[in-house]
């Protein structure tokens, strides 16, 4: 999905039955284990989905912390190394579609933010919320026009009732999340 030089090489890869998981060492002021998880989340339009996920990992407990924000002083480089696994991985799952949602888009989100937020918003606001989605987003809408050649893409928006609604991706709409397949 991107063809920049600038990625960091994927260390390894792991299929599991519910998805890919594929690793990478963020090389910026810090050596630091970050991990694209690609995880089987149901049937839409027909197709297996799969939402990806990114963030640290912890060896510890194999999880990745979709949460941590590293400020590692490499962010573009460590963008174009996700988007780079997702070639690899529609190859891989023909046919399946990807979903993109940021995990600072829930519901519950400025509450696990206060705590530690430096921007002190005032309740309910949260200027930290919805950023990793709006960064897909921006990608996406910068580089519409070409993308489009080789997927096809979905944005969904919150009912009254938190139900997603999939329409077709507009470029100017406030999509809270993007869903696509390769053509």
């Known amino acids: 999905m991107t063809n920049s030089e600038s990625i960091y090489e994927y260390e390894a890869f792991v299929s599991k039955p519910d998805g890919t998981r594929y690793y990478f060492i963020s090389e ?9 998880e690609y995880k089987y989340i149901g049937m839409k339009k ?34 174009n190394t996700v988007l780079s696994t997702i070639p690899h991985f529609l190859n891989n799952y023909p046919g399946a ?17 206060r705590p530690n937020c430096k921007k002190k918003c005032i ?23 070409q993308l489009s050649q080789e997927y096809t893409f979905w944005g969904t928006e919150k009912g009254n009732e938190h139900q997603a609604f999939m329409e077709k991706y507009k470029v100017i709409n406030n999509h809270s ?7």
Do not use: Q, W
């Open 177 to 183: 999340s993007v869903l696509f397949i390769k053509k």
């Open 28 to 36: 910026g002021e810090r050596h630091i284990v970050k991990a694209v």
């Open 97 to 113: 579609m990807v979903m993109v949602e940021g995990s600072d888009s829930s519901i519950s989100y400025p509450e696990i933010c």
């Open 46 to 79: 027909d197709r297996l989905a799969y939402n990806l996920g990114f963030g640290t990992y912890n060896l510890e407990d194999d999880e990745l912390d979709d949460h941590d924000i590293s400020d590692n002083g490499d962010h573009y480089k460590v963008l």
């Open 123 to 145: 309740p309910p606001t949260c200027k930290n919320a919805h950023r990793r989605i709006n960064i897909y987003k921006k990608y996406i809408n910068k580089n519409f026009d």
